[in-house]
C-alpha cells in the first residue's frame, strides 16, 4: 500500500511559477513509476506527466512540454511538479499517482492517488 500527500497548490498570476510536492509512505517509493494528472471543473482527469523509478525517464503532456518538469528524491519518498509560465487554462486540482510496471500516461495504469492540491491560476 502507498498512501499519497500533495502539496503546494495555490493561486498565481499567469506567468508565474509553483512547486507541487508529493510525499509518498511506505518502503518501496523509489521501486514505483509516478504520474502527475490534473482535473479541471466539468473536465476529465488529464496526464500531465511521469517519471520512472531511477528519474531517469519521464514524459510530458504536449500541453505542459517545456513548462513544467517532474523529478524526484527517492531518499525523501517524495517527487515534484516545477510549474512555470503558467495559464489559465493550467487551473486545475492536481494529482499525484503511483504504479509499479512503467512510465505511463493512462489513468487506468495508476493505483494509488493522493487526495490533490487545487492550483488557480488567474489572469
Known amino acids: 500500500q502507498v498512501q499519497l500527500v500533495e502539496s503546494g497548490g495555490g493561486l498565481v498570476q499567469a506567468g508565474g511559477s509553483l512547486r507541487l510536492s508529493c510525499v509518498a509512505s511506505?518502503?518501496?517509493?523509489?521501486?514505483?513509476?509516478m504520474g502527475w494528472f490534473r482535473q479541471a471543473p466539468g473536465k476529465e482527469r488529464e496526464f500531465v506527466a511521469a517519471?520512472?523509478?531511477?528519474?531517469?525517464?519521464?514524459y510530458y503532456a504536449d500541453s505542459v512540454k517545456g513548462r513544467f518538469t517532474i523529478s524526484r528524491d527517492n531518499a525523501k519518498h517524495t517527487v515534484y511538479l516545477q510549474m512555470n509560465s503558467l495559464k489559465p487554462e493550467d487551473t486545475a486540482v492536481y494529482y499525484c499517482a503511483a504504479q509499479g510496471t512503467a512510465v505511463s500516461s493512462w489513468r487506468r495504469d495508476y493505483d494509488y492517488w493522493g487526495q490533490g492540491t487545487q492550483v488557480t491560476v488567474s489572469s
Open positions: 517519471i520512472s523509478w531511477s528519474g531517469k525517464t519521464t
Open positions: 511506505g518502503r518501496t517509493f523509489s521501486t514505483y513509476f
